[in-house]
C-alpha cells in the first residue's frame, strides 16, 4: 500500500488549496480514505472521509461547510478542496485508509492502519 499527498503550502487567511492524495497496492472500492491533520504540540485529528466503495463523506465539524473531499476512483486519487483556510488549518495533513468509514472511525485514528508521509499546511493570518 502507497498513499502519497501533495498539494500543500503557504496561502494567507481566507484562501484556499486543493490536496491530493494518489493511492496504490489496495481495492480502492474496499476501504474509506481519510483526511486527517496535525498541529505542533496537538494530538492528530480526522477532518473528513469518503467511502470507497459508495462516495459517502463524513467532514468534522471544524471544517464543515468549508472543505470538501472527493474521489477518482479511474485515478485512484482522494482531493481535499480546502477554502476559507483560517490560521488554525495549519498543520501537517495525512491521508490514510481503513476497512471502515464514517465519522466513528474518523474520529478513531487508530483505526486507520496505512498512512501517507504528510503535506505541510500553512496559513499566515
Known amino acids: 500500500v502507497q498513499l502519497v499527498e501533495s498539494g500543500g503550502g503557504l496561502v494567507q487567511a481566507g484562501g484556499s488549496l486543493r490536496l491530493s492524495c494518489a493511492a496504490s497496492?489496495?481495492?480502492?472500492?474496499?476501504?474509506?480514505i481519510g483526511w486527517f491533520r496535525q498541529a505542533p504540540g496537538k494530538e492528530r485529528e480526522g477532518v473528513s472521509c469518503?467511502?470507497?466503495?459508495?462516495?459517502?463523506?463524513y467532514y468534522a465539524d471544524s471544517v464543515k461547510g468549508r472543505f470538501t473531499i472527493s474521489s477518482d476512483n479511474a485515478k485512484n486519487t482522494v482531493y481535499l478542496q480546502m477554502n476559507s483556510l483560517k490560521p488554525e488549518d495549519t498543520a501537517v495533513y495525512y491521508c490514510?485508509?481503513?476497512?471502515?468509514?464514517?465519522?466513528?472511525?474518523?474520529?478513531?485514528?487508530?483505526?486507520?492502519?496505512?498512512w501517507g508521509q504528510g503535506t505541510q499546511v500553512t496559513v499566515s493570518s
Open positions: 490514510a485508509i481503513s476497512r471502515w468509514g464514517g465519522s466513528y472511525y474518523l474520529e478513531r485514528t487508530h483505526s486507520y492502519n496505512y
Open positions: 469518503i467511502s470507497g466503495s459508495d462516495g459517502s463523506t
Open positions: 497496492g489496495f481495492t480502492f472500492d474496499d476501504y474509506a
